[in-house]
């Protein structure tokens, strides 16, 4: 199974780009996760519907064909890591490619919201973009280390 973490926007600060790339890094061969990265679309004069639609087909030609599609939206289901682990576990078991979306700052048009097979929020809260890639990354890194009785998660 390839698990991909496709994220709207660029020129994120640096230490988000270290903090994500290092969990990324200490992913195990069989989680390995690549992280893909779509422009954001420019927002200036234009309504939320038409940005929305535009970054929807960028990030639809980044989305392998028959994979599963898990977004990242304020308004889906909030997850312990545990639970999250359990995803993970039942994920890997099925062998099929996984794509871990998150939206830009508009959210994702209401199709690809409605193709998800998943819609995960890690917190109520608004959080900023780079921030929810490394907190994303972490927390897979996590739950993958649960599932292997790796100590970096205690409870």
Same mark, same amino acid.
């Given at each position: 199974?390839?698990?991909?973490?496709? &994220?709207?926007?660029?020129?994120?600060?640096?230490?988000?780009?270290? &903090?994500?790339?290092?969990? $990324?890094? @200490? $992913?195990?061969?069989? &989680?390995?996760?690549?992280? #893909? !990265? #779509?422009?954001?679309?420019? @927002? %200036?004069?234009?309504? #939320?519907? !038409?940005?929305?639609? @535009?970054?929807?087909a960028r990030l639809r030609?980044? %989305?392998?064909?028959?994979? @599963?599609?898990v977004v990242l939206d304020e308004h889906g289901r909030q997850t312990s890591t545990r639970e999250l682990a359990g995803l993970l576990a039942d994920w890997l078991a099925a062998g099929k490619d996984t794509v871990l979306l998150i939206g830009g700052a508009d959210g994702l048009a209401p199709e690809l919201l409605a193709r998800a097979e998943h819609q995960l929020a890690l917190s109520r809260l608004t959080l900023p973009h780079a921030l929810v890639r490394v907190l994303l990354a972490e927390q897979v890194y996590r739950a993958i280390s649960m599932l292997r009785d790796h100590p970096y998660h205690r409870e």
């Open positions: 199974m390839k698990l991909t973490l496709l &994220a709207v926007g660029h020129r994120m600060p640096a230490w988000a780009e270290q &903090a994500t790339a290092e969990y $990324l890094k @200490r $992913l195990p061969h069989e &989680a390995r996760m690549t992280l #893909v !990265t #779509v422009k954001p679309e420019r @927002r %200036i004069g234009q309504p #939320v519907a !038409t940005i929305r639609s @535009r970054e929807a030609e980044k %989305i392998p064909a028959g994979s @599963r599609l």
